[in-house]
């Protein structure tokens, strides 16, 4: 990157059909780039990518100022109601090499429904994807985005409470991805100020990664 001013943040957003993937990439663009919506089957069919406008300024690094630029990957829910395992697999690995082949992924998101619980096969698959997508590395390149975060809030629930009460699967995983996990309210608070919260966070992440990015061919 020649302007040492400017860095592009690569993100890719997995998991089940309707857990949120879609609108909370549309988030962390600030614009309306993916097709979100409720629906009773898969509504995301094929890998698209999302580029925000620049955020002047937004951090220091160096002793300097620096403009943020960010670049979401849209994909299939999985396991998908209209599309096989293997199309799904196949798809999410041609934009990943694709999209980020010689730029490098900064971080994956798994995208979970704070709202709907963490256990089982189909809770699974997501993950499985990703640590087949990402191979062993995929520890260091992962966090988890709890969606819907406002029906715990409704709830009277904490955010720390959510967790404690967390079945094991969700323990395991969390432990997995060194605890790395956000949660992002749909309603409440302004959209600008969801997105500048959940940008610092994996901002932390990556910055704790070093900024490395995992590239694929």
């Excluded at 406002?150 to 323990?171: M, Q, T």
Aim: a negative charge; hydrophobic letters at 35%.
């Amino acid at each position: 990157m020649t302007d040492t001013s400017k860095m592009i943040i690569n993100l890719a957003v997995f998991g089940r059909t309707q857990s949120g993937k879609s609108s909370a990439g549309n988030i962390l663009l600030g614009s309306d780039d993916f097709y979100s919506g409720l629906s009773p089957g898969s509504v995301t069919t094929e890998c698209s990518l999302g580029r925000s406008c620049q955020l002047h300024s937004f951090m220091r690094r160096g002793g300097q100022e620096i403009t943020l630029q960010i670049q979401v990957l849209d994909t299939p829910g999985y396991p998908h109601s209209k599309l096989s395992v293997r199309h799904v697999k196949q798809e999410v690995k041609n934009a990943l090499a694709h999209h980020f082949g010689q730029e490098g992924l900064h971080l994956a998101l798994l995208v979970q429904r704070a709202d709907v619980p963490f256990f089982g096969q189909e809770a699974s698959n997501p993950v499985q994807l990703i640590q087949e997508l990402l191979g062993d590395s995929w520890k260091d390149y992962t966090a988890v985005l709890f969606s819907h975060a406002e029906k715990i809030e409704e709830a009277g629930i904490s955010e720390d409470e959510y967790l404690r009460e967390a079945p094991d699967a969700l323990v395991t995983l969390l432990r997995s991805v060194q605890q790395r996990y956000t949660f992002l309210c749909e309603s409440g608070n302004s959209c600008n100020e969801q997105r500048i919260k959940i940008l610092e966070t994996i901002m932390e992440f990556i910055k704790e990664n070093h900024y490395q990015v995992l590239r694929f061919t």
